[in-house]
């Protein structure tokens, strides 16, 4: 199975930044895509990037060229470095993957991101 693990969440001001990361442990090697998703509570949980094998990126539309999705791949790990950051950014953040190993989709616990205007 796959572990992801989020970390670097927290509380900054309107027009901060933040950097969030998600390591991945388990039976990783199939994995050729890991994403971003946030969520407000009593809203949908949203894409915001992706990155793919070859580092590939995509973005959501409201990202704006505010964020960048990264990857280091002998840690395990992708970043979220999240910049011009607004009060509407306020949401708990998921790392997301699918393994074609297991023809599953997993999601770690989520990191909490707030904004104060």
């Known amino acids: 199975q796959v572990q992801l693990v989020e970390s670097g969440g927290g509380l900054v001001q309107a027009g901060g930044s933040l950097r969030l990361s998600c390591t991945a442990s388990g039976s990783i090697g199939s994995i050729n895509r890991m994403d971003w998703y946030r969520q407000v509570p009593g809203k949908e949980r949203e894409l915001v990037a992706s990155?793919?094998?070859?580092?590939?990126?995509n973005y959501a539309d409201f990202v704006e060229g505010r964020f960048t999705i990264s990857r280091d791949n002998a840690k395990n790990t992708v970043y979220l470095q999240m910049t011009s950051l607004k009060p509407e950014d306020t949401a708990v953040y998921y790392c997301?993957?699918?393994?074609?190993?297991?023809?599953?989709?997993?999601w770690g616990q989520g990191t909490q991101v707030t904004v104060s205007s």
């Open positions: 990155i793919f094998t070859g580092d590939t990126t």
């Open positions: 997301h993957t699918y393994s074609p190993i297991y023809n599953n989709y997993y």
